[in-house]
């Protein structure tokens, strides 16, 4: 990666009773920022007030403070967030640079207890905190949308492709029926001209014949009628099947859902809200412990060899409460102790904050999986209260059809029984003077009831014919829509592999080239392989980290993290820290990248990392002691009053 364009003019910050903090402002120019200084200098404190800028919650108030704040000012725009102490506990309010920071705080924010960092030491499962930020639930729950999309297309086409295999069928039977009605008007026109000849030869017949031909246009209306009704009970009839069957699918997908209650769990919400408050509170113990051991630190490293001259402050109480040992008694009373005894009480803290972040990262872990079930419950009941929704739905159209067929019902009767009445009177106005007309007009009647009813049938074939045309006119553009389905669906599919893929590569290739910088001894290869477990466990793959050594005689061999220098370990968790940073693009979002407690890594290597880091952030600010900052370039801005 080349090196970052500068796109911000200087970041200034105000801050307020933060960590050891009692009040200051610092401006940080664009590069790299060293915050140089012995320990207990605030460093980390300051380092601490950025994250609280941009929205971290892994932030401690001064001791003795019950309120602070940090205000940022960069790009024109200012940003103010405040603190508050109450009940143990730290709310925050106001705004902050980022809406969301917990990918920031896994990523870019890189202090002593940054859980990426330590991932490598504690031996964790890296490809869980590298994917962390990634919703994989979602990302499941899209593709179960487009995989029904994508059947849903599917059918339809399918369904437009059968419909157009009936096209020549019906194109044949619409012919036909128009052949059909020709030869019926054909037919009628004949009859028609032979009662117009037999009218004018029986002049003295014309009201009876008036009156005959009233009636018989009445039956032909009627069971014109008639037929209509009989034709929209078929109709109703296919349709409430068509919607029974439909009914009875949701009913069924409805049985495969667990039968569970539709309301909100409140116990989950009231666990989630749990855990976030243990999340909180013992983020604030670590921070604490952090600020505790830099304060012994500090008293360590004084020039007093035989007795440590200790003030009052508030860390007394505050190891008493975090230890829960024997305590100190020059804590309280001002005397003086032995410095093995301060080392002793230092090293305690250390592992009772490992502890406190081992507990930490279990919580984290509780919380996620919380979450996730909360989601799923709310999908559930989603997906339940639609499919109930839609089966009232299709319950009350086949109640308003079945109404409907019975009305249809009741006229068929009183249109047969009409029928059944005109027929009567015609054969009462037939006469033997009459019968060969009237025998004309009946088949003229039948003639026209027959080409209606068969121009009814060949309008039903043509809206059939142009239903089909218009689909096929569409099915284009459904394979188009199906094609970005699937697409999309392959993204999503390969979003989980992506991003597993691109952070291996990151790593391997960044840790690849900070060994050649670095120069340790006997270390051949540190990377990562992404193995496939989808047949054995629930988790698509698992990162598995490797360490080839080789020994004075060439031979290449295969090391365990355990075996590790720590200054080795601190690289290798810092590259596995950026490969998170670049595969999430945080460079893109979080102008600001934290180093702090680098220590354990010589000089020359620190500056080499720092060099190395400092291509990758707009603000990469480090936290080190006054002697391994002389060994970095001159250029890098200095800060050594906070």
């Not at 128009?178 to 009628?188: F, M, P, T, V, Y």
């Not at 697409?487 to 989980?496: E, G, H, K, N, P």
Request: proline share 2%; charged share 35%; aromatic share 4%.
């Amino acid at each position: 990666m080349s090196s970052l364009e500068t796109v911000s003019d200087s970041a200034h910050f105000r801050v307020e009773n933060i960590g050891g903090i009692d009040k200051t402002e610092v401006s940080v120019p664009p590069g790299v920022t060293i915050l140089t200084g012995e320990n207990a200098t605030n460093r980390t404190s300051f380092l601490q007030s950025i994250m609280a800028a941009m929205g971290s919650s892994d932030v401690s108030l001064k001791g003795d403070a019950e309120t602070g704040s940090v205000t940022l000012e960069i790009d024109d725009k200012s940003y103010k967030r405040s603190l508050t102490q109450a009940d143990d506990q730290i709310t925050f309010a106001g705004d902050s640079y980022l809406n969301e920071p917990e990918v920031a705080d896994l990523f870019a924010f890189l202090l002593e207890s940054n859980e990426a960092r330590q991932a490598v030491s504690r031996g964790d499962e890296l490809r869980e905190v590298i994917m962390r930020p990634v919703d994989v639930d979602e990302i499941k729950s899209r593709i179960r949308e487009l995989e029904s999309e994508k059947r849903q297309l599917n059918t339809e086409i399918e369904q437009i492709e059968s419909k157009k295999n009936k096209l020549p069928k019906l194109e044949e039977r619409r012919t036909s029926l128009q052949n059909e009605i020709e030869a019926k008007r054909e037919s009628l026109e004949q009859i028609e001209a032979e009662i117009e000849a037999h009218s004018t030869e029986i002049e003295q017949g014309r009201s009876e014949e008036a009156a005959l031909e009233s009636k018989l246009d009445e039956l032909k209306q009627t069971r014109s009628e008639l037929e209509s009704v009989r034709q929209q009970i078929e109709i109703q009839s296919e349709s409430i099947t068509s919607l029974k069957r439909e009914r009875n699918e949701i009913s069924s997908k409805l049985d495969d859902i667990d039968d569970q209650p539709k309301e909100p769990n409140h116990s989950l919400e009231a666990e989630i809200d749990q855990l976030r408050d243990r999340r909180q509170s013992l983020t604030t113990e670590i921070n604490e412990l952090r600020n505790l051991i830099e304060y012994n630190e500090k008293r360590l490293s004084t020039s007093n060899e035989e007795l440590l001259e200790l003030e009052q402050s508030n860390h007394s109480s505050l190891t008493d409460q975090l230890i829960e040992a024997d305590t100190v008694t020059c804590w309280t009373c001002g005397s003086t102790v032995e410095r093995s005894q301060i080392t002793s009480t230092v090293d305690r803290l250390k592992n009772l904050r490992t502890e406190k972040m081992d507990k930490l990262a279990e919580i984290k872990e509780e919380l996620q999986s919380v979450k996730s079930d909360q989601k799923a419950r709310r999908t559930r009941i989603n997906r339940i209260e639609q499919l109930e929704s839609k089966l009232d739905e299709i319950t009350a159209e086949i109640e308003r059809r079945e109404s409907k067929i019975e009305e249809l019902k009741s006229s068929r009767v009183e249109l047969t029984s009409e029928v059944e009445a005109l027929e009567t009177a015609v054969e009462q106005l037939e006469s033997a003077d009459f019968d060969e007309i009237l025998s004309l007009h009946k088949e003229a009647n039948q003639l026209e009831f027959d080409i209606d009813r068969i121009e009814s049938k060949v309008d039903e074939i043509t809206a059939q014919i142009e239903t089909i045309e218009d689909d096929i006119e569409r099915s284009e553009e459904l394979r188009k829509e199906r094609e970005t389905t699937m697409d999309a669906l392959t993204d999503q599919r390969t979003m989980i592999e992506q991003i597993e893929a691109e952070a291996v590569e990151s790593f391997n290739d960044h840790m690849q080239s900070i060994l050649k910088l670095m120069g340790y001894e006997n270390i051949e290869r540190i990377w990562i392989e992404r193995i496939d477990t989808s047949e054995t466990t629930n988790h698509s793959s698992h990162f598995e980290l490797h360490i080839i050594r080789t020994t004075e005689s060439g031979i290449a061999y295969e090391d365990t993290v355990e075996h590790l220098s720590e200054s080795e370990r601190e690289v290798t968790g810092l590259i596995f820290a950026l490969a998170g940073y670049l595969v999430h693009d945080l460079h893109e979002t979080v102008p600001f990248m934290l180093l702090d407690s680098l220590e354990a890594i010589d000089s020359p290597r620190i500056a080499t990392l720092v060099d190395y880091f400092a291509e990758f952030s707009e603000f990469l600010i480090v936290a080190l002691l006054p002697e391994d900052a002389s060994e970095l370039d001159d250029s890098y801005t200095r800060v050594t009053d906070i």
